[in-house]
């Protein structure tokens, strides 16, 4: 996986109430253990964390539903190469859609 980290000043993900401590635990995981465009893979996060795997996908989803989290299969010729991880500080209602670019070997990939 490649791990994408979209910050800003306001950080909203750390005050937003609908949030859960496990959600908020694995934000803080990914935006502060983590550098921006690197490589990461399940084992190393969850390496972070005593809880299950199953707490962790938990936590992803509810990101992923409040807007501070998604994910994107890369295809080559309908095989998945890999996956993009991309957090970012503010839900998309508060934030402007940004299209970031990584480079994945030779190529350079548009989110």
Not at 69 to 93: A, L
Request: with cysteine; hydrophobic share 40%.
């Amino acid at each position: 996986m490649i791990l994408v980290i979209h910050t800003s000043e306001k950080k909203l993900w750390q005050h937003d109430t609908s949030l859960s401590l496990q959600a908020k635990g694995l934000m803080l995981v990914l935006t502060t253990c983590f550098e921006n465009n690197s490589e990461i893979n399940e084992e190393n996060l969850l390496s972070h964390f005593t809880n299950s795997r199953d707490a962790m996908h938990t936590a992803r989803e509810m990101l992923r539903l409040h807007d501070y989290f998604r994910y994107t299969r890369v295809r080559v010729k309908g095989r998945v190469i890999t996956t993009i991880w991309e957090v970012f500080d503010e839900p998309s209602s508060e934030r402007l859609e940004v299209q970031p670019a990584i480079i994945i070997g030779q190529s350079t990939l548009k989110l």
